[in-house]
């Protein structure tokens, strides 16, 4: 049986795994400096296995740091400008940003606003957060979060994660009126639920919940954008070595975290790009998703990066391979999912079981005759 920890690790509360502790840093506004993307890339040579994942909230693990180098790593992001004042700040600090904010924009000023309101939420639960997603339109609307500001047609508007329509938001009001549907949220019982798309209770009745998000925008995609150069990562893992190479002899002054497994360049048009890095939207690699799998996680009983690799020129659409029934390296349903279970895997179509028990030979067997 999987254990759910049941919270996200952060940089002051770390999580133990099979190669170490791992390390999640949360750069504000999902932004960091040429100098401290530099230092972090330093800091996960020096005190990790050298890699970097990127995850779908936007932030950064640091993988492989052993009880030595905790400290250490520690001492380093801080001063970096990368640690908050106490682990449960940290915690709270699960705010998803429109990738492409702009300086004191809607999306950015809603962040930060909430950034320095934290104390004044309730108690939620560990995993849930907020999407600051104000731009032209939704961009994070398939990503992870509870509570949701958006544009709608006449104004920003506020969405709980399950409903299709949220409220007509005012000018300066916003994180008002989304700090109130959060104690909603605890005084309602949501706790029992744990998210808010699982939590059934009526919307409050002091608001009307007729606004409708405009239609999403597409998410960036590899290659290059108006704020710079886009680049994905296998599985989402970044070679820290890899990266610092392409800061040094580029000309990117900040990178942006995204949610989908690529960061952005800023200001860059193009760059001698290791292989690590991908500006290549259709490149297979940026398919499919793996979680670490075995031995580096506890929880999965089979290995996965090294099948997902051989799988990702024979499966068409999304592919997910997981060592766990706990599927956490993607967030929504793929179009084909391997599940790892007792050193083999669960073979799911379209959400379908199509066989159980695979060894990979077996597995990579199929879609070859597929």
Known sequence: MAEVKGWCPGALRPMQSGDGWVVRVRP??????????????????THGAGLI??????NLQIRGVSDES??????????????DASPDLEARRNILIAPDWAQGDDSARLWLELAARLAELPDLPAKMGFAMDAGAAPILQNDPADFRIERG??????????????????????IDSLIALARWFVESGGRAAGRMAR??????????????????????APGENALGLVVGAGFGQIIARDLAQVLTTSAAQAIRITPWRCLVLEGVAQAHLPDSLIA???????RVDACAGAPLCPQATVQTRPLARELAAYVQGSLHVSGCVKACARSRSADTLLIGQGGRFDLYKQGALLAKAQ???????????D
């Open 280 to 286: 290549q939207a259709d490149h297979p690699a940026l």
């Open 359 to 369: 060894s990979p030979a077996q597995i990579l067997a199929h879609f070859r005759e």
């Open 199 to 220: 939590h059934m209770a009526p919307l409050p009745d002091w608001a009307a919940w007729g606004a409708k998000p405009l239609a999403p925008r597409p998410s960036l």
């Open 70 to 83: 905790l400290a250490p790593l520690q001492d380093a992001l801080a001063a970096l400008g990368l640690l």
């Open 53 to 58: 994942d990127l995850t779908n909230r936007a």
């Open 28 to 45: 504000r506004l999902a932004r960091l400096s040429r100098v401290q993307a530099l230092g972090l890339c330093e800091a996960a040579q």
């Open 153 to 174: 047609l006449n104004s920003l508007i506020l969405r709980a994660e399950g409903r299709t329509m949220g409220m007509a938001l005012e000018q300066g009001q916003e």
